[in-house]
């Protein structure tokens, strides 16, 4: 595993077992668990995105088919003005500062937290068990999401995006 600093791992578990994945150190401590399940698994999961994490490799722990494909932050595809999806993700925001809207509708816990890729600050917006709806203040980061059930995020478009937006489909 290529020590890059902040990355995302895409996971695809198709067994039927316990899946774990756990992130190493370079003397083979434990840096972090990334993906945990008790049956097939597919989602996307930040890795190292905090200072002191620092994982050189990784332990995959199964009883099936499993994948995990690396890609750095930059390289995520730009959230548009929404988003829905369902279990663990990660999606980058390159919009301006603003309201975003959220709603879960899961039984279990229902996790966001927003991550500034250059200074490597996390904060959490949203924390909360079961069926969730409302708002947080956003800025430009990098979103990573843990939920069981259907999410959507919303944020709103600003004037000026509205008006580029409105431009490229009048010309």
Sequence with gaps: MNPSG???????????????VTGL???GGEVATYAQSDGPYSGSVAVD????????????????????????????????????GSGDDVV???????????????????????FEITTREIATAVKEAGPFRGKRRSARSCLRMDHSGRS???HPLSRVERRRRLRSVVD
């Design 6 to 20: 902040p990355r995302v791992a895409n996971i695809e578990y198709t067994g039927t077992g316990p899946f774990k």
């Design 92 to 114: 980058l925001y390159t919009g301006g500062i603003g309201e975003v809207a959220f709603s879960h509708s899961g039984a279990g816990p229902f996790e966001v937290n927003y």
């Design 25 to 27: 150190d370079i003397n």
């Design 152 to 154: 959507l995020v919303r």
């Design 49 to 84: 995105f905090h200072d002191e994490q620092d994982s050189r490799s990784l332990s995959i722990d199964a009883d099936g088919p499993w994948t995990i494909r690396m890609v750095p932050v930059e390289s995520l595809t730009p959230l548009p003005g929404g988003f829905t």
